[in-house]
Structures are given as C-alpha cells and as structure tokens.
C-alpha cells in the first residue's frame, strides 16, 4: 500500500501527530445512555464517515460534500488553505479507503480506532495506516467545522431523541425477547452506537470486539418506523456470533443433511428473528402495521427464495412453536427442496 498519497500522508502526519487532540475532536461522550445502548454524535466519527462518502462520489463522478449542496456557498468562503486540505483529504479516501468495504482492513482499522478498540490495531504497519488517516482527517476538520458539523450534529441529536422515545417503550421487552430467540444474554452493555450520515450503501453496520462486545455505526437515513428495528438488527449480530447458539443449530442441522449451507443465510435468518421480534411487541401494544425491514428487501427482489421457506419453518420457532433444533432442520429440509436459482 505503498503510494504517492500514503507518502504525502506519513509526512502529514508527522506533522499533525504531536497534537493531542486536533481541530473540532469531541471527547465521546454519549448523548443518551440506555440499559443497552450508548448513542454517540461524535465529530471525529462523522469526519471519517464524510470523508469515505466523499471519497464513493469523486471515485464515481457523484456530487460530493462541498462540491454540490447547500454546503457549496460556505466552502467557497474558506481560505484556499482549508479547501485544499480538505480536497487532499478527499484525495486520499478516494484512493486508499472509499474502493474498500466497511470490513476490509483500511476501514475496519479506522472504525475500531475511532470506537476506542486499540487493541485491534495489532502491528506497527496497521499503525502507521491509522495514524496516517488520522493526519488527513485532521486536515480536514476545519472544513468539515465550519461548513458541515452543526448541522449533522443537530441531525443526529434529533435521531437520537427519537429512538430515544422509543427505546423508552419497548427497550426491554423487545431486548428480553430476543435473548430467549437468540438463546444468548447482553453483556458488556451499553453498546456503543454512532449516529452519522450515510455509514454505506447498507446504512447501517456492526462489528464484534470480544465476547459479546461490539459497535453500532447507524445513518440518520434509517427513519421511523425502522429506526427500533435497525438497532436492534445491528445489536443481534452481538447475539449471533459464529459459535452463537443459533449459528450452530443452523450448522448442525446443514451438516446432518448434507446440504451447502448458503454463505447469507444466517443473515437472513437474523434479520427474520429480529423484525417479528419486534413486530409482535409493536402488535400487542396495538401497532399491527409494522412491516420489518426483510420485507422490504424482499419486495426489491433480493433473497427471494428464502421468503417461503422462513415463513413455513422458521416462523414455528419464532412463534414459540418449535423448539431452536427442529426450526433448524425445517428450514434446511425446506431449502434443500428449492433450486439454486431461486434463492
């Protein structure tokens, strides 16, 4: 990964690194805390979800924060330092972050450094990468505070207060609900969750730090009625890790029929469990419309094989009508009976 812009990066931060803390950094306090969940508005988190944003647009020919936008008038006012700083900055996502997923090493290094993860930033080179974004972040934030932050703050906050209000109704019981789906308890709460713009294509990930430990990115583009959901959602891959209980049912129950278990269906099955999770409570408080949001994914076309085979053999469990095992082998038994090419 050794380019002319990582060059002109390690030299940037060589710069920027003897300062503590740089221009606009927030110092990660939660806005709000609940029993689960501890939501975030932080600058230094935004400043990178921007850049890589930016950075997807310039690669595509896409308006890009700055060049298009409300924000246009405010950035043109800078001095030509601070727009040349962020441009560079927008120069370096393009080619070393933005081309990535949000678990590839570039940003995934970036997101656990920014939650406060360190640990997972083993080697010296992986080091070196972070600090070498950070410079460039760092060279950015007078433009990102003086044209931008206000306004996504305020944004985020309003988002905030909202799942707020409805975390005050139905945190717990839904929380308690799915223990018992997942078969696995909440620990090392409360999760942190970052508030920010777009996050990527998804809106909304997560990452595993430890035993039961992780990290929530979320974009303000996740509206009622799906933002209950979308935490949830993202906090459940917590509750179904790789040798979660239901992962190994599944496992099980593919390796004793012999079946190539699809590389997505535990996503599936995840994002099934917890949107009639959350749809049954929302019923019995009398909210029958909710539709979650696998629905929607199915009506745009994705998955679509897997809408049948859930509703007749995974439903049962969800319904407290199977047990975990028997779930299991229906729906493998269910898939088997489908061809590849209508999953």
């Known amino acids: 990964m050794r380019t002319s812009l990582q060059k002109i990066g390690a030299m940037l931060a060589l710069l920027l690194f003897a300062a503590s803390t740089?221009?606009?950094?927030?110092?990660?306090?939660?806005?709000?805390?609940?029993?689960?969940?501890?939501f975030?508005?932080?600058?230094?988190?935004?400043?990178?979800?921007?850049?890589?944003?930016?950075?997807?647009?310039?690669?595509?020919?896409?308006?890009?924060?700055?060049?298009?936008?409300?924000?246009?008038?405010?950035?043109?006012?800078?001095?030509?330092?601070?727009?040349l700083a962020w441009n560079r900055a927008v120069d370096y996502y393009t080619e070393i972050i933005s081309p990535k997923e949000w678990d590839s090493d570039e940003q995934y290094l970036l997101r656990v450094q920014l939650a406060g993860f360190d640990d997972e930033i083993k080697t010296a080179?992986?080091?070196?990468?972070?600090?070498?974004?950070?410079?460039?972040?760092?060279?950015?934030?007078p433009a990102y505070k003086a044209c931008k932050w206000a306004a996504q703050d305020e944004k985020n906050r309003k988002w905030i207060a909202g799942i707020k209000l409805q975390l005050a109704e139905n945190e717990q019981k839904v929380a308690a609900r799915l223990e018992q789906l997942y078969q696995s308890q909440w620990s090392n709460l409360p999760i942190p969750v970052d508030i920010v713009e777009t996050v990527n294509w998804s809106g909304a990930n997560s990452i595993l730090h430890g035993s039961g430990n992780g990290h929530l990115l979320i974009s303000t583009a996740n509206e009622s009625p799906y933002m209950l959901e979308v935490v949830f959602h993202e906090s459940s891959h917590i509750l179904m890790g790789r040798n979660a209980p239901v992962r190994m049912a599944l496992n099980e129950a593919a390796s004793a029929a012999n079946f190539k278990m699809p590389g997505d269906l535990w996503h599936v099955v995840l994002f099934y469990t917890t949107g009639e999770a959350v749809r049954h409570i929302l019923e019995e408080e009398g909210k029958p419309a909710y539709k979650p949001m696998l629905y929607g994914i199915f009506d745009r076309g994705a998955w679509p094989g897997y809408r049948s085979a859930l509703e007749s053999a995974w439903k049962p469990y969800v319904d407290g009508k199977q047990s975990l095992k028997e779930a299991s082998a229906g729906l493998i038994a269910a898939l088997q009976k489908q061809t590849p090419s209508t999953k």
């Open 22 to 38: 740089f221009f606009g950094q927030s110092s990660r306090k939660p806005v709000v805390t609940t029993p689960h969940f501890a």
């Open 40 to 83: 975030y508005s932080d600058f230094d988190t935004n400043l990178n979800d921007a850049l890589i944003a930016a950075g997807v647009a310039r690669r595509f020919s896409k308006p890009q924060l700055f060049h298009a936008g409300d924000e246009v008038a405010c950035f043109d006012k800078l001095p030509q330092s601070v727009r």
């Open 125 to 141: 080179e992986d080091r070196q990468f972070v600090e070498i974004a950070q410079g460039f972040r760092m060279a950015a934030a």
